[in-house]
């Protein structure tokens, strides 16, 4: 079993209570009550912090103020105070420490954590926390450790590069945050054990050959019998392993220029 490297936190025990909610657990249910997403349910009780992912404030220098855990992300998040005295959560990049300032702007000092249009961020440089409209708010490259980078700007557009591999264009008005998300070593995390999981809110998963016909197409069978079907499948029948689930007609597809590359 292994954790993550907790050194860059401030060690504040609880968040800042007028940036937090209360959030009701679904366990994976939908408004009926039937499971739509399976696997979830228990796990500790947590509080959900309101993190700003929009950074509206322009041109008002941010300090920060504490960097604290996130139940509910992979990523660290750090308390700033405005110099007009307001606060909020936004997301930690990985080299961030206390009393560090931050701005968001049209076109901010290249620094890490400054936010500003893409289109104003020089070829090369990594960004996180990216919009694909602009005052949308940052929808790509959230999670632990992201990082994407701008290759090129071009008649109105900035061409990017995914983590993925992917190589795609984004509106050049839209705001990105410079740098790379922070807990880059969570992918390296081994949980180590069944009740890790589940304080975590992660209930078993079982193999579908393990069950009944009923319950899923690969069940029945005596003993370690194999799955019975030409094509892999998942539980309610729709073919899986290597089919292409894309909307053809999906309006975003000619903003891709290229495809990620397929694993061999």
Same mark, same amino acid.
């Given at each position: +079993?292994?954790?993550?490297?907790?050194?860059?936190?401030?060690?504040?025990?609880? #968040?800042?209570?007028?940036?937090?909610?209360?959030?009701?657990?679904?366990?994976?249910?939908?408004?009926?009550?039937?499971?739509? +997403? /399976?696997?979830?349910?228990?796990?500790?009780?947590?509080?959900?912090?309101?993190?700003?992912?929009?950074?509206?404030?322009?041109?008002?220098?941010?300090?920060? @103020?504490?960097?604290?855990?996130?139940?509910?992300?992979?990523?660290?998040?750090?308390?700033?105070?405005?110099? =007009?005295?307001?606060?909020?959560?936004?997301? !930690?990049? !990985?080299?961030?420490?206390?009393?560090?300032?931050?701005?968001?702007? @049209?076109? !901010? #000092?290249?620094?890490?954590? =400054? /936010? +500003?249009?893409?289109?104003?961020? #020089?070829?090369?440089?990594?960004?996180?926390?990216?919009?694909?409209? #602009?005052?949308?708010?940052?929808?790509?490259?959230?999670?632990? *450790?992201?990082?994407?980078?701008?290759?090129?700007?071009?008649?109105?557009?900035?061409?990017?590069? +995914?983590?993925? *591999?992917?190589?795609?264009?984004?509106? &050049?008005?839209?705001? !990105?945050?410079?740098?790379?998300?922070?807990?880059? @070593?969570?992918?390296?995390?081994?949980?180590?054990?069944?009740?890790?999981?589940? &304080?975590?809110?992660?209930?078993?998963?079982?193999?579908?050959?393990?069950?009944?016909?009923?319950?899923?197409?690969?069940?029945?069978? @005596?003993?370690?019998?194999?799955?019975?079907?030409?094509?892999?499948?998942?539980?309610?029948?729709?073919?899986?392993?290597?089919?292409?689930?894309?909307?053809?007609?999906? &309006?975003?597809?000619?903003?891709?220029?290229?495809?990620?590359?397929? /694993?061999?």
């Amino acid at each position: +079993m292994t954790v993550a490297d907790y050194s860059q936190l401030s060690g504040v025990k609880k #968040p800042h209570k007028s940036l937090t909610k209360t959030v009701k657990k679904q366990a994976g249910r939908n408004s009926q009550g039937r499971i739509t +997403m /399976r696997h979830q349910g228990g796990g500790n009780k947590r509080t959900y912090r309101i993190v700003d992912f929009v950074r509206a404030t322009l041109d008002v220098p941010a300090r920060v @103020e504490t960097i604290e855990y996130d139940p509910y992300r992979t990523a660290f998040i750090a308390r700033v105070i405005y110099k =007009n005295g307001a606060r909020s959560y936004v997301l !930690a990049h !990985a080299d961030m420490k206390e009393d560090d300032v931050i701005v968001s702007a @049209e076109k !901010a #000092p290249l620094k890490k954590g =400054n /936010r +500003m249009r893409i289109k104003n961020i #020089p070829v090369g440089y990594g960004v996180y926390n990216i919009e694909l409209s #602009p005052g949308r708010g940052g929808q790509l490259a959230k999670s632990a *450790g992201a990082s994407l980078q701008v290759l090129a700007h071009d008649d109105g557009y900035t061409t990017i590069k +995914m983590a993925s *591999g992917e190589i795609r264009k984004i509106l &050049w008005d839209c705001f !990105a945050t410079l740098g790379q998300v922070s807990n880059t @070593e969570h992918g390296l995390v081994t949980i180590g054990k069944a009740g890790r999981s589940r &304080w975590l809110g992660i209930r078993p998963t079982v193999r579908g050959s393990a069950m009944n016909p009923v319950d899923h197409k690969y069940g029945g069978g @005596e003993g370690r019998t194999q799955r019975g079907t030409k094509r892999p499948k998942d539980i309610w029948g729709n073919v899986t392993g290597g089919r292409r689930t894309r909307n053809k007609k999906k &309006w975003s597809s000619r903003l891709i220029v290229s495809r990620r590359k397929k /694993r061999k």
